[in-house]
């Protein structure tokens, strides 16, 4: 079972913390990486692309010219794909680019994606991330003294004062629990835990 230290935002070692072996010390299985980060970001995908096909496509109701006698191939429509202004041949439809994965993939490449954060030492644990008010500075000054280029914050739940102080900062991203994904965690080079959040992976992750 790892121990690690736990810290205060200003960087004072406030205690430590035993962490789950089934949520931060699984082994990490790079194909699930790439399944789960694929799955997340096909959801994404708005899906609203879209051409039309030649009987979408306005107007090329009247034969273009006579069928014999201009020397010509014959046409039956301005509106055929080969004509300029005619329809798409196969051309893109709304729709959701979304496909299933079973929730036990998930959730095991994400107990990959925090072992691998804690296995580099890149994983760190707060006793809390609290702010009076909204202020970028607060969140900048904290990034200093861990020296982060940035950060996956993950707080027991949304917190709008710690959300808003630190959504003009690039590469910083405040998560609740519930929120926590395998995309966040891979993207950002380092991942701060609150204490409080600590149990709620545990009990979302464990096994």
Not at 106 to 128: K, N
Not at 165 to 193: C, Q
Request: net charge positive; hydrophobic share 40%; glycine share 8%.
């Amino acid at each position: 079972m790892p121990t690690v230290d736990v810290y205060s935002i200003e960087r004072e070692k406030v205690g430590s913390v035993d962490l789950s072996d089934a949520v931060f010390a699984a082994e990490v299985k790079e194909h699930l990486f790439h399944a789960v980060v694929r799955y997340q970001l096909a959801k994404r995908r708005a899906g609203t692309h879209a051409a039309k096909g030649r009987a979408q496509v306005s107007g090329g109701g009247r034969k273009p010219f006579k069928q014999k006698g201009t020397g010509r191939a014959r046409q039956g429509s301005t509106r055929a794909p080969h004509w300029r202004g005619g329809g798409v041949v196969h051309g893109p439809h709304m729709r959701s680019h979304a496909h299933s994965l079973p929730k036990k993939v998930r959730r095991a490449a994400l107990r990959c994606a925090l072992s691998r954060r804690l296995a580099e030492a890149r994983l760190v644990v707060l006793d809390r991330f609290e702010l009076p008010e909204i202020k970028t500075r607060r969140v900048v000054e904290v990034l200093r003294r861990f020296e982060f280029s940035d950060l996956l914050l993950v707080l027991p739940q949304a917190d709008d004062t710690v959300s808003r102080s630190a959504r003009n900062i690039p590469g910083v991203t405040v998560l609740p629990v519930e929120g926590l994904n395998v995309y966040d965690v891979l993207r950002h080079a380092n991942v701060a835990i609150t204490t409080g959040a600590l149990d709620g992976v545990v009990n979302r992750l464990g096994v």
